[in-house]
């Protein structure tokens, strides 16, 4: 489908619309070469991090059923990532494969890294009414199913390492915000302290 330009005109031709989306996109998206030696000791830091944690506190064990029971419950038809999987095609496998798939998933927990085949992602753009496009990632089938089955196991960690300044948090929402700020504002009067706000009107993320 085609787009349009800065200055608003319509560009049908299929490469060149290719090509402008890949131009804006990699201005978010593009890896930052000045940084990457920076990035790289941020990643291995961190896989020595998580050798700790395995080593003292393990993960239970995925099996067949815990990996079936994911996927079962997934919707039939998602959107296909790079794999070309979809659960309802998965559902068909026997069960010693969904026994092989947890030892795979298992593996790559135990290395801290993911096969190159599931590293890449497909992001679908889709249409705005107001104008402009939404980046919708597709993530590969692999990466959804581990996701799904460590799930808890990832919401009882947030649970514990929250931050008191995150207001983006489970069970936080718009008027518990304002509340808070507001009696902020109202204790800084009483003490006779200073106090800012600063409000951001965000049309769009990007």
């Known amino acids: 489908s085609g787009t349009t330009d800065a200055s ?10 290719m090509q402008m989306r890949m ?10 070469k000045d940084e990457a030696d920076e990035k790289i ?17 393990p993960l239970p064990e995925l099996t067949s059923h815990s990996i079936s029971t994911v996927v ?28 092989s798939l947890a030892q795979i998933l298992e593996q790559c927990e135990r290395e801290i890294a993911w096969p190159s085949a599931a590293l890449c992602t497909i ?44 207001t983006a948090v489970k069970g936080s929402d718009a008027l518990r915000t304002s509340i808070r700020r507001r009696c902020m504002d109202e204790s800084a009067k009483v003490l006779g302290i200073c106090r800012a706000s600063v409000f951001w009107d965000m049309e769009k993320f990007y």
């Open 123 to 166: 992001t679908a753009l889709i249409p705005k009414a107001t104008g402009g496009e939404r980046p919708i990632a597709l993530t590969n089938l692999l990466y959804a199913i581990w996701s799904q089955a460590r799930r808890c196991h990832g919401s009882a960690w947030e649970q514990e390492h929250v931050g008191f300044w995150d």
């Open 72 to 99: 079962y419950r997934m919707k039939k038809e998602r959107g296909k990532g790079t794999d070309g999987w979809t659960p309802g095609e998965m559902r068909h496998l026997p069960t010693g494969a969904f026994d």
């Open 8 to 17: 608003g005109s319509w560009i049908g031709d299929p490469l060149i619309a």
């Open 41 to 57: 000791q941020i990643l291995e830091d961190l896989k020595a991090q998580i050798r700790v944690e395995q080593s003292t506190d």
């Open 23 to 32: 131009d804006t996109w990699q201005k978010f998206w593009g890896r930052d």
